[in-house]
């Protein structure tokens, strides 16, 4: 690394190399970053922080003051309790509606593959298609795939709407946990009409009813994770197939000053895939090389990153907190980007430089970038033009100005359900073996976000090696993955760092200690998983060693997670306060009170070595309450010192 890229003022806002270089550069060169931004929000609304202001009608806006003299009601009479549980429940219900609007993208898509109108998807997997079919009740015999898919999208499309008394998906879910849903009511019938109830409920004077709100909010939550999400996962395996162990490479030293480069940056796979295919056209690799390049590397930001990361092996640039540093590389031609978790400010990022910034979706516009109007039944077609762009834009590269500033680091992916139970000879009864023996604890889902307000990857990755140094396998997602990936601990060669239990499981099965399982719609893999080992214990998914954790999160999609993850019966922690602490209520209801309904709670730790003690201690209770070898949880002890988060 040269000198020039030593980064040293910027070690606050990341652990990582390749954003201290990037950082400098942007100092150097008077680059706006997310940082900036941050620091110009300063100091952020006291009132929005607690989720005690609100804007829903025009006779506010209104902000009470819980802890003060100030109001205690907004004008309406809407007292803390009500505002912060109707914020919460629009957030969750935002959340929970970008998912399944994914979702939905990819049904449309699996449709038109059944009518025969598409000149690029078409089904991957045909042995699960046929297993959702039967799932859905459909008959298979001597139809083919094409009428089978036609038949299932159609009947998916009723997942939507309003005819079910509940969503197929939820019985995946183990009978008791069925029945815990059923009794309080929050079993989810319609992805759609949860969401609008959802908006419906929060309008001024309709349900006023904290406790009442919140209960919906969670079957909205649910309508995602065992619907709109989980029917993400599955049908982008049908058509893009399922995933299976491989190696690939992280970081920004993944972008080749000798190649074309272009950034996949969103969430929808049926994107990626078809760049991933014009990528690899003779023709273009050809038009590439007369441009003086080698060919064309794709690397992706954000979860159509971990998409094509699971499927195909393309390599990760970064995760959230990247997006606009990949650009500062200067080796950019072209970052082509669908929905969700893309900030407004790459477009100005690549005015700096010669970047295109190509938007494809027609709900998702960005004000600077060329919009290329995505149609699925021209996939490939499309592109094949925009990589051409990209390949065209080579020669407005300035080559003074490209800055790669790191090696890439190697790291393993490709862990479906059906990877990881083949990897177990078809059946989870090794893995039930080894967490009843005590080799593995139990296991951690650490997910979501990069957030500026933390210091980057410092969350995902301080949390993730507390746990495997104590037998505690983790699975990831989204950009906790990212993080993972670069610090090294997504390599079978990790497993040195785990304790002596997962270690050996590791090395014997030739794992990393951390499993990449996907996006973040593939969070609901984990609850495949989850509800997979209850089943075969014959026990609710509550009465399992196991937690969640999303230490950075940012998005309304991260809370829709965490409530449906918790209404599964998983204990979550949070490493950024989510805006209800206005309201007491609310917070006992979600720390402690959830504990009563759901068998899980939430809990918010922003130091990630606190966060490991407490999900530890957790493990281990749910360990004795099964009558598994446990450690007394209280000799695990806190750490001394907080870890200077900032
Ligand atoms: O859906 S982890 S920053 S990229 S929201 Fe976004 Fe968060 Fe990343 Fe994926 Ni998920
Ligand atoms: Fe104010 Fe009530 Fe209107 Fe909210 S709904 S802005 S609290 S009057």
Redesign the pocket.
Known sequence: MSPEFSGNGYKKQSINKDTWAMLEIAHQEGIETVWDRLAKQQPQCGYCSLGTSCRICSMGPCRVDPFGEGPQKGVCGADADIIVARNLARTIAAGAA??SDHGRDILETLYRVGEGKTDVYKVSEPAKLRRLAAEYGLATDGKTDQQVAAALAWEMMEDFGMRRERLPFVGRAPKARQEIWDKTGVTPRGIDRENVEALHRTHMGVDNDWVNILLHAVRTSLSDGWGGSMLATELSDTLFGTPTPHMSQVNLGVLRADMVNIILHG?NPMLSEVIVAASQDPEIIQLAQSKGAKGVNLAG???T??EVLMRKGIPMAG??LMQELCIITGAVELMVVDY??IMPAVTETARCFHTKVVSTFDKAKFPGAEHIHFDPEHGLEIGKQIVRMAVENFNNRVPGRVRIPVEPVPLMSGFSIEAILGALGGTPQPLVDAIVNGSIRGAVGI????NPKIKQDLGHTELTKRLIENDVLVVV????TVADGKAGLMVPAAADLAGPGLRAVCKALGIPPVLHLG???DNTRILVLAAALANHLGVDISALPLAGAAPE???E??VA?GAYVVASGIYTVLGVAPPVFGSLNVVKLLTEGLEGVFGATFAVEPDPNRAAVLIRRHIERKRAGLGLSALDPETISMPEAELALA
């Open positions: 970008s998912h969430h930001v954000c979860c990153g971990n995760n959230h969700q978790c997910v979501g976000c990069n997602t989204g950009c906790a996006s973040c719609v999160w940012y998005s999609k991260a997670i």
